[in-house]
C-alpha cells in the first residue's frame, strides 16, 4: 500500500499508509492529521489543505487546473513553487512515498 | 464548566473543536442524530453522484479526532429538551449539565404536499442515506424529474445528466436559483442547462404524481398539465431550519432560531449557529439565515470564541459555492435581485464574474469558472474596498489586480 508523510511546520511526522485512488486531503483528514482542514469537501473551492510537495515528487504530481491554481494564489500561508491542494492529489503508484510539508496557517 | 453541542454536522463539530484549540479545558458532548462519524454534506450532490465515482463519505474530522481532543459524540441520539432552569439537556436514556449549549441543528428538507408525493421512486437529498439512495438508483435510471430548480436540483440534474439520463426539471418560480442570484447570472444557467441537454420548465410547479403499474412513481403532472414520464424523482424545494426543540425551550423563533450579533438567543447560555440560526447580517443589513459550510464553520467558530468571552459582533463575509456539470458558481457577498450589476470576462465561453453594486458600491460577486476573480473579491468585499462601479469598468481593471495592492490578511 503507498505512503504519505505529513510534515508539521515543527518537523514532526506522520506516516500514513493510504489506499490508491484516495486523495492527500482525504487521507490527511480522516487520519486527523492536524493543519489540513478541507472545509469544502474537496472542491478545491476553499484553500484550506494546502501542502508544500518535497521537490523529488514534483514530476509524478498530476497536473494544476486554472482553478487550483487560482486558489493556491490565495490561500492563506505563502506559495512556493511546490504548493498544492491535497484535495487535488490522487495517491497512485509513483505517487506511493511521497513527502508533503504542511504549512503554517490555512485560515 | 460543560457545553453540549446540540447537532453533529460542520457546525457542531466545528463549535467544538474551536472550543479545544481555543483554550477550553471543561467538557465537551455532541448530540448526533445521525449515526456513524460526521461527515461533509457538499459532496454528496456534487462529486458523490457522478458516473463511476466511488462513493465514500469524507468525514468532517477524522475518528481519531473525538478522543483526542476529548470530546463526547452522542450518535444516534436525539435531544429531547432543554431545561432552562434546571440547565439540564434531555437526551433519551440521560439529561446532559450544561453552563452552554450551542445550537447547531441545521435544516430539514421542505416535504412536498402534492397527491402522490410519497411514491416510491421519489427522494429528497439532504442525508448520507439519502446519497446512497440516489447514487444506487442512478445507473438504472432513464427519466428523471426534478422538482425545483435550485442548487440541489440543478447540482442533481447535471448528475443525471452525465448518466445518460433524460431530465426534466419543473420550477414554479420564473428564474432557476432565483432566491440566491442575479438575473444575468440565473439567465445564464438556465441556457447552460438547456443547452446540455436539460428540459428545464421555469414557471412551472408540480401538481400530482402518478403511479406506474408496478406501484412505483412513473410520471410527475405539472401544473400546466403536462405529463412527464418519470421513473427517478429528486425534490429539492429548500429546507426549513431545525429550530423546534428552541420553541419548546421558549426561545423567539422566525425563520430560525433568532441571535444577536454575537449569536447567543435570548438566552445568553444558549447559542445557536449554521443553517438553523436567524441572525443579524451586516453584510445585508438584515436579519437571515444562510445555508452554508462557509456560514456553519465561521458561525461555530464565532460562537465558540463568544463562549470563551470574546464580545464581537460577527461579520464574517458569506461565500458559497455549487458545481453544476462543468461549470464552477463561487459567489462572495450577497447579491440582491435589486443590485446594479456589471459583467466582466467572456459569457459566453463560461468564464466571467458579475459584479453587484448597491449605492454605487461593489457588496458581491457571481463568478463562473474564475476561481481568481472569487478569491479576489472576498479579499476586496472583507477589506470594505469600496470599489465604485466607475473603477470597474475602467479599462484594464480586473478584482485580482485591486485585490494584490490591498495590505490586508486573506480572509478564511
Redesign the interface.
Given at each position: 500500500m503507498p505512503s504519505v508523510t505529513y510534515t508539521q511546520p515543527d518537523g514532526s511526522q506522520q506516516t500514513l499508509e493510504v489506499k490508491e485512488?484516495t486523495t492527500l486531503m482525504?487521507a490527511a483528514?480522516?487520519?486527523?492529521i492536524d493543519g489540513i482542514i478541507?472545509?469544502?469537501?474537496?472542491?478545491?473551492?476553499?484553500?484550506?489543505c494546502h501542502v508544500y510537495v518535497r521537490p523529488e515528487y514534483a514530476d509524478a504530481l498530476p497536473g494544476m487546473s486554472?482553478?487550483e491554481d487560482?486558489?493556491l494564489?490565495?490561500?492563506?500561508a505563502e506559495r512556493l513553487d511546490r504548493s498544492r491542494l491535497a484535495c487535488q492529489i490522487r495517491i497512485d503508484a509513483e505517487l506511493a512515498e511521497i513527502v508533503v510539508d504542511i504549512p503554517p496557517a490555512q485560515? | 464548566m460543560s457545553v453540549v453541542i446540540i447537532g453533529g454536522g460542520?457546525a457542531g463539530i466545528q463549535a467544538a473543536d474551536t472550543l479545544r484549540s481555543e483554550g477550553y479545558g471543561g467538557k465537551i458532548d455532541i448530540v448526533a442524530k445521525e449515526a456513524g462519524l460526521p461527515y461533509?454534506?457538499?459532496?454528496l450532490s456534487?462529486?458523490y453522484l457522478a458516473p463511476g465515482k466511488?462513493a465514500v463519505p469524507?468525514?468532517?474530522?477524522?475518528?481519531?479526532?473525538f478522543n483526542?481532543k476529548d470530546i463526547t459524540l452522542h450518535q444516534s441520539v436525539q435531544a429531547l429538551a432543554i431545561d432552562r432552569v434546571q440547565r439540564k439537556v434531555q437526551l433519551s436514556r440521560q439529561s446532559l449539565d450544561y453552563d452552554y449549549v450551542v445550537l447547531a441543528t441545521g435544516a430539514r428538507n421542505r416535504i412536498l404536499d402534492c397527491p402522490g408525493a410519497s411514491l416510491p421512486g421519489i427522494h429528497g437529498l439532504k442525508t448520507l442515506a439519502d446519497a446512497e439512495a440516489l447514487h444506487a438508483a442512478l445507473p438504472g435510471a432513464r427519466n428523471v424529474v426534478i422538482i425545483g430548480a435550485g442548487f440541489i436540483g440543478l447540482e442533481f440534474a447535471a448528475a443525471a445528466l452525465a448518466h445518460g439520463c433524460n431530465v426534466t426539471v419543473l420550477e414554479f418560480a420564473p428564474r432557476p436559483m432565483g432566491r440566491a442570484l442575479t438575473p444575468v447570472m440565473s439567465d445564464w444557467f438556465a441556457d447552460m442547462h438547456r443547452s446540455q441537454g436539460v428540459n428545464l420548465r421555469l414557471g412551472e410547479g408540480i401538481d400530482r404524481f402518478k403511479s406506474a403499474t408496478d406501484g412505483r412513481v412513473g410520471a410527475a403532472v405539472s401544473t400546466a398539465g403536462v405529463s412527464y414520464p418519470a421513473d427517478l424523482v429528486l425534490v429539492g424545494i429548500g429546507v426549513e431550519p431545525n429550530d423546534s426543540l428552541a420553541v419548546e425551550a421558549g426561545l423567539e423563533t422566525s425563520n430560525g432560531i433568532v441571535v444577536d450579533g454575537s449569536l447567543r438567543t435570548v438566552d445568553p447560555a444558549i447559542l445557536a449557529v449554521g443553517d438553523c440560526a436567524s441572525f443579524p447580517s451586516v453584510h445585508a443589513q438584515a436579519r437571515l439565515r444562510l445555508e452554508s459550510?462557509?456560514n456553519a464553520?465561521d458561525q461555530a467558530r464565532h460562537a465558540a470564541r463568544t463562549i470563551l468571552g470574546a464580545n464581537e459582533p460577527y461579520a464574517e463575509l458569506p461565500w458559497f459555492?455549487s458545481?453544476q456539470g462543468p461549470y464552477?458558481l463561487?459567489m462572495a457577498g450577497l447579491a440582491g435581485p435589486k443590485d446594479d450589476t456589471l459583467v466582466l470576462g467572456d459569457k459566453t465561453g463560461g468564464k466571467f464574474s458579475v459584479l453587484c453594486f448597491r449605492g454605487g458600491i461593489l457588496v458581491a460577486v457571481e463568478s463562473v469558472?474564475?476561481?481568481?476573480d472569487h478569491?479576489?473579491a472576498?479579499?476586496l468585499l472583507t477589506a470594505g474596498a469600496g470599489i465604485t462601479r466607475a473603477e470597474a469598468e475602467s479599462e484594464g481593471f480586473t478584482l485580482?489586480a485591486v485585490a494584490k495592492t490591498l495590505k490586508v490578511?486573506?480572509p478564511?
Open positions: 485512488g482525504r483528514v480522516s487520519n486527523g478541507g472545509e469544502c469537501g474537496g472542491q478545491a473551492m476553499c484553500a484550506t486554472d482553478d487560482e486558489m494564489d490565495c490561500a492563506t485560515l | 460542520q461533509q454534506r457538499p459532496p456534487k462529486d466511488q469524507l468525514p468532517v474530522r477524522g475518528p481519531s479526532f483526542d459550510v462557509q464553520a459555492w458545481t464552477r463561487q469558472n474564475m476561481a481568481g478569491m479576489a472576498r479579499r485580482k490578511p486573506v478564511a
